[in-house]
C-alpha cells in the first residue's frame, strides 16, 4: 500500500460524524417528504402509462430512501419518522403532476450544492445517484405533462389505451 494513502486519507474527511448524520437526515426528510406527494398524486392520476411512471418512481425513492437510512444507522442515527403529505386539495392530473415535476426540481437545486460539500466519497456517490434519478423522474413528470405516454417504453399491445387506474386498488 503507498504511504502516501494514509495522508491523503486523513486530509479527506473534513465532514465531522455528527454533521454528516444531521445532513442525511435532513435529505432523507426531503426525499421522504416527496415520495409521499408522489404516492398522493398516483391517486389522482389515473391515465395508464402517467400512473405507471409514478409506480416506478415510487419504487426507485423507496429504494433511495432505504440507502439512506442505511447511512443514518451506521453513523449511529435514527431514521427520522414519516411526515404525512400536505392535502393539495382537489386537481386535476396536469396539476399535480406539474406540482410534482417543480417539488422534484427543487429538491435537486437545493440539494446538489450541499451534496458537493460532502466528503466521504461513498455517501457523496449515494446522494449524487439519488440526485440524478430525482432528474430523470423530473424528466419523466415533464414528459407527462407534455402527454407523452411512451414514458417507460412503447406497448406492443396498446395496453392502458383506454380506462383509467383506480385510486385505490383494493375496494371493500
Given amino acids: 500500500m503507498d504511504a502516501r494513502l494514509h495522508h491523503v486519507q486523513g486530509k479527506a474527511e473534513h465532514v465531522k460524524p455528527p454533521d454528516m448524520l444531521a445532513l442525511l437526515q435532513d435529505f432523507y426528510h426531503d426525499r421522504l417528504r416527496l415520495m409521499t406527494d408522489h404516492q398522493m398524486s398516483a391517486r389522482g392520476v389515473g391515465q395508464y402509462h402517467f400512473n405507471n411512471t409514478y409506480q416506478y418512481v415510487i419504487a426507485r425513492e423507496e429504494t433511495h430512501l432505504q440507502w439512506v437510512a442505511d447511512a443514518i444507522t451506521r453513523l449511529g442515527g435514527s431514521v427520522p419518522d414519516l411526515r404525512a403529505a400536505a392535502d393539495r386539495g382537489p386537481a386535476s392530473e396536469h396539476q399535480l403532476i406539474e ?23 461513498r455517501d457523496r456517490k449515494m446522494l449524487e445517484i439519488i440526485l ?36 385505490d386498488r383494493w375496494v371493500e
Fill in 132 to 167: 440524478g434519478e430525482s432528474l430523470e423522474h423530473a424528466h419523466l413528470l415533464a414528459e407527462a405533462l407534455a402527454g407523452h405516454t411512451d414514458l417507460l417504453g412503447r406497448s406492443t399491445t396498446d395496453a392502458g389505451q383506454r380506462g383509467t387506474v383506480l385510486a
Fill in 99 to 121: 406540482a410534482d415535476l417543480e417539488s422534484e426540481r427543487t429538491f435537486v437545486d437545493r440539494w446538489q450544492p450541499r451534496v458537493q460539500q460532502v466528503t466521504n466519497a
